[in-house]
């Protein structure tokens, strides 16, 4: 029997079935070993030597694996075709050899393009030995992330505050999306001015053309620049008689573009099916493993991971095949279409995305789920379209001339002549427009022309467009930077981390995000900038190859990086700092309105605005703290103060005390009376809720405040009375030993007694993660692969979560819980139990350690007590 070893389960089982009963197929679910993250993880004194470690449940697999080879004759690799996979075959090589089950018993590699049964047997017919080039890479890689983590992120921690950690390409990534920002605030619109008319021409539909000569000169974009310039436009078209001057037709053709490569797809599937990159690789990771067809799990598409657009000659002449069978002759051209990559470091092992069979049309399959459908029509669309005939359209350009050649209109269009590949399949672009969208009428040169309603339109140059995933992707593969199975994990990395936001599916950084930039560009610019972060890539690349070797490239980066680090040990935070405040200047402190100096204190006038951090992160303060306690976040105007000098509001007609409203170190807040440094009772204070503007609270908002709670009235059931007030955790209603949240702070003071007992109702009904109730899962994904327990969304007090047993994994920023997937929420669970697991050695150690001390203590105690005992009784025998 031979023990063959996938990556999941699910892939397990389909092949497991194609192979037959002389073979044992196991999952290693995922790397069985990683890194651990503590520092000596990677040493570079010890020529880089590194340490691996597996978690509880990997180890679990392992075992499982171990004892299933302990009776086989043979072991066959068989985890993904890419980089990846052969480290994963490596480590599963490394274990099975340190654990000694091998003994004589032959080990080989093979890798599935598809998990179809003929894909399968055709790569069990030729395995091959581990590739040890590519395992070289992934170590250099592995390294190289993990140096630059362990060693960056501790420096960052110490000069910024509040910043989290800096990745080695999601530093990069962040600096594309903050240098796009910076050229939107940066950008000054300017003005210009363009003129339409509708044309008619011996008794032709009308039809729109455009200024494009005016007193004998030619247009350009900024020739009319105001509306008096319109006008002038507009008279001298209205005062001119026109002919029409030229009318040309030319054809031209289209081809379609090449098939899905990882980025390309992910790409696309932005564009058209609004799926981010991580929905995206995992449904295509579904979609290769394969659904159920006749009774047999079969994969529907090729490896997704892959920047190889190259298609296998028999998939190109399957693809003629169903082109002709379902299009007809005419959409199939005289001769395949081949591709190549124009991307420079693109590794053409692989084939592109492509459908395993193109007779299965997507409207044939059933099984699938709604991503999947919409995902497999995309892929299936786009590889049946490379191979088809190029479209065809007739360009045709018509120039109206005034009889005087001082003005000239023009007006553009495009008819298709032969739909081909457009017949199935239209990238989706950034400038899609409908070639058929301007058709325009026949007319002769020479004949009368008819220019009637001259129409000018102001406009106003526009700033680049923020990037979307799709434009996102597309830049860091056109730099050469990550790889295509990378780019999901690196913008998650982004949006976990809080360094960028979604709007409108548009990244906008956050300032942290924005402040770390700043940070890395000032002192570590070397490692963020494109080219230096390509040549790595490269490097690696070279590596993969055979050509260069990984130590030597480890030491040359290490000796390097590790300088710059030592040289920004002894920077103090004020000069880091000063740094920031000049290379965010502008976003910082924006011009003011009064025309006074940006950095002057709005509040003191004496003091200059400058970047602090403190535990919650960056603000913005003046230098004469604590005399002066401005305070503003980064996000606010400086007219918008978080801090501001205490004012009396008023005196409250009950108590006689004054009502203050004061600032402190957690935001601003009202007080009852003055407070007496001799007394220990405080007086009475109370926040101020984020959703109000401090600035303007006025008496009667404070004297509100001051008096929370608020008596709703009594119960009808007991005569108990529900109270309403903020809390911690924002406004409730509370009767008895039940808390109920409400939606907005004005709730508090507006409920009545009916709507109160009907939301203490729901509460009861639905009592979520209240104390002593079990609360209810939002959606079920299935069970886990493992243990067969199952798995649910949650709502949380802190946001959504993953539940399993008893593991609560919280789901990501950006990540939507109804997109959610079965896969995704295991690797959060496995990855939460890792933590817990490694929370919990430590502690034990730590309990260990300090039983230790005390019984050395304990002993020291007992031995000072014997010496002095008997000194005692020496000294009685003396006496």
Known sequence: ??????????????????????????ASYGHIRDLPSKNGSVDPDEDFSMVWESDSRSKQHVSDILDAVKAADGVILATDPDREGEAISWHLLEVLQ???????????????????????????????DIDQHLVDAYLARRALDYLVGFTLSPVLWRKLP????AGRVQSVALRLICERELEIEKFVPEEFWTLEAQVTSGGSDPFTARLTRLDGEKLEKFSLTSEADGARAK????????????VEAKPTKRNPAAPFTTSTLQQEASRKLGFNARRTMQTAQRLYEGITIGGETTGLITYMRTDGIDMAPEAVMACRDEIKSAYGENYVPSSPRMYKSKQKNAQEAHECIRPTDFRRHPDSLKGLDQDQYRLYDLIWKRAMACQMEAARLEQTTIDVESTDKQVALRATGSVITFDGFLKLYQEGRDDDDDENSSRLPKVSQGAGADVKDPSPDQHFTQPPPRFTEASLVKRLEELGIGRPSTYASIISTLQDRTYVTMDKNRFIPDDKGRIVTAFLENFFGRYVEYDFTANLEETLDEISNGDVQWKA??????????????????????????????????????????????RE????????????VGRQGAFVGCSRYPDCKYTRSLGQSGDEPDAFEDKQLGVDPDTSLPVWLKTGRFG???????EDPESKEKP???????????????FDGAMKLLNLPRDVGPHPEDGETITAAIGRYGPYIRHGKTSASLETVEDVFEIGINRAVSVLEDKKKNPGRGRGSAAKAKRELGNHPVTGEPIGVFDGRFGPYVKHEKTNATIPAGVDPDEITLDHAVELITAREAKVAAKKGTKKKATKKKATKKKAAKKKTAKKATKKAAKKATKKAES
């Open 1 to 26: 029997m031979q023990v063959v070893i996938v990556e999941s389960p699910s892939k397990a089982k389909t092949i497991n079935k194609y192979l037959g009963k002389d073979y044992k197929v196991l």
């Open 98 to 128: 340190k654990r000694k089950v091998l003994k004589d018993k032959p080990v080989k590699r093979v890798a599935f393009n598809a998990i179809t049964k003929r894909a399968v047997e055709e790569a069990m017919a030729e395995p091959r």
């Open 162 to 165: 509040g910043a989290r950690s």
């Open 235 to 246: 008279a001298a078209v209205e005062g001119a008689s026109f002919t029409i001057g030229s």
């Open 553 to 598: 490239f480890l030491r040359e980066f290490w000796n390097q990086f590790n300088a710059n680090v030592e040289e920004m040990k002894p920077l103090r935070i004020t000069e880091v700092l000063d740094a920031l405040n000049e290379a965010l200047g502008p976003h910082i402190f924006p011009e003011r309105e009064d025309g006074k100096p940006a």
């Open 601 to 612: 204190c709005p509040l003191c006038a004496e003091g200059e605005l400058s970047l602090k």
């Open 668 to 674: 601003p807040y009202v007080q009852l009376g003055e």
């Open 684 to 698: 009475k204070r109370a926040s101020i809720p984020k959703t109000w503007e401090a600035a303007s609270l006025d």
